[in-house]
């Protein structure tokens, strides 16, 4: 397990937690930094504890294994490129979650691959964002 309430570096550079599978994130921890999973190539399984509200720039970008997140209703904002390059092809976007995205035309800008489908509730600020940004998308 990572303890403490640093988790803002690039976790998996360090050869400690380059083979790292699995990681919990308890609620405790309010912001997921930048970086901090990026290239995490073998990671399968995040479980993100509610309280959590900031998945940061590049959070989890290139997690080439990562199939399956649950966002807890605490998350607020969902940074750039957040869950780029993973392999999550649906995902459930608590209600009051915003993007937090540069205004750039490059996929690289947006929290999540195109081909992901967002289930986002109706009216919220994700279902405007999912609906003028080309996303796949469900209500709920």
Known sequence: ???????????????????????????????????????????????????IKNLCDHAFFETEMLENVSLPDSIELIGSSCFVGSQITEIRIPKYAEAGHTRMDTVESEPFDLDTTLIVAKDSPMHQYASENGYNFKTY
């Open 1 to 51: 397990a990572i303890n403490g309430s640093d988790w803002s570096s690039d976790v998996c550079s360090s050869d400690l937690y380059s083979s790292l599978q699995e990681v919990s994130i308890p609620g405790s921890v309010s912001s997921v930094g930048d970086e901090c999973f990026r290239d995490c190539l073998k990671l399968t399984k995040v479980e993100l504890q509610d309280g």
